[in-house]
């Protein structure tokens, strides 16, 4: 599941736009998306067809302090159509950053709800409000990437510092941090102003801006105002098929993530293996044997392939190992005779009224 936050505290930008479009993409290519809508205002609610204020639960019951108030995340999911769905917004949003003051870890509040979904999504969508405050930054601690809308304008730049610093503050009080990627909106190519905002975005954002651009498009609008994606109004809009390429570019990125987290997954198991194995090597000295294993507690006192040591060209025999700290019985054979390790002093009795060597790791 990748979580998506679109931000910018500027408004007019094509936040929402972006939150329902990109959404309704997603689902048409057989995604499972849920759209959260966390603005006051419920713009996205609206443009999906839902008047908010006739609803008993919304992203507010999720969020809420008060216990005969709070419901879980799955409770209050509209289905807007086959694989598409939403947690609609309300007007009391604007109130939940005094609720939640002085509650504990407030701003992992959205990220625990999402962790907590028993329904399974491809994607989680969640456009935010207008500003900087506390459910931006709960959106961003939630997500693995955040959309930035930018209008052809030089106001859409002005704000994206404070949101690239509030990005920084959770990657240092979390050590992680969504990805920031610029998406250009409103674009009249019919401009000069439009292509010169167009170099300035692509100055600041440099590789981190989405090759798709979102063409001025009435459609858009006429689409929210039915209550519909642009996608579902008219498929052949401009619009429409602008998303529908922004919906290509994010399925990329969230195949590229899932790789790079799981690279990233494996290398922490294997540098914490590495923390609490040690590696020990073993030695005989026999220039004439055929074949020498090392076998014991370690591994069974099984004699195969991943035991064999290797002949070195001074005769001596030699195997590395990587094993727990601990303490264990372990003998050599030689061309099939049992014979203990002679470069090791320590040894115990056996079942068999021979010796075995000791090591302790």
Request: net charge neutral; glycine share 6%.
């Amino acid at each position: 599941m990748k979580v998506i936050s679109i931000a910018n505290q500027k408004g007019g930008c094509g936040k929402t736009t972006t939150a329902i479009n990109l959404g309704a993409s997603l689902a048409l290519k057989g995604h499972r998306v849920l759209i959260i809508d966390l603005d006051p205002q419920s713009h996205a609610s609206f443009g999906l067809g839902i008047k908010t204020e006739q609803l008993d639960r919304s992203m507010y019951n999720v969020l809420t302090s008060v216990d005969t108030k709070r419901r879980r995340l799955q409770d209050i999911i509209l289905n807007i159509w086959d694989k598409l769905h939403l947690a609609p917004g309300h007007i009391l949003l604007s109130t939940i950053e005094q609720e939640l003051r002085s509650e504990e870890d407030a701003i992992s509040t959205i990220y625990r709800a999402i962790d907590l979904l028993t329904a399974s999504y491809d994607f989680v969508i969640i456009d935010c409000p207008p500003s900087l405050g506390f459910l931006t930054f709960n959106a961003l601690r939630a997500s693995h990437l955040l959309i930035v809308p930018l209008q052809c304008c030089s106001l859409s730049l002005m704000g994206v510092g404070k949101l690239i610093n509030m990005v920084e503050l959770i990657q240092l009080k979390l050590q992680r941090a969504p990805k920031v990627k610029g998406l250009v909106t409103m674009y009249d190519k019919r401009t000069k102003y439009a292509k010169h905002m167009i170099q300035e975005i692509n100055m600041y954002f440099k590789d981190n801006i989405f090759d798709t651009i979102i063409r001025v498009n009435i459609t858009l609008r006429e689409a929210a105002a039915h209550g519909l994606p642009a996608i579902k109004f008219d498929k052949h809009s401009a619009g429409a098929k602008d998303y529908a390429a922004l919906s290509e570019e994010i399925i990329v990125d969230a195949r590229k993530l899932f790789l790079d987290n799981f690279y990233q997954e494996a290398e922490d198991f294997m540098s914490e293996m590495r923390n609490k194995l040690k590696i020990q090597k073993f030695s005989f000295m026999a220039p004439e044997a055929g074949n020498v294993y090392v076998v014991g507690d370690f591994n069974h006192w099984k004699a195969d392939d991943c035991s064999r040591l290797e002949p070195q060209p001074d005769g001596i025999w030699e195997k590395r190992m990587a094993l727990k700290p601990g303490t264990y019985k372990y003998k050599f054979i030689v061309d099939g005779e049992w014979i203990h390790d002679p470069r090791n002093s320590k040894s115990v009795p056996n079942d068999f009224g021979g010796v075995d060597s000791l090591l302790t790791i």
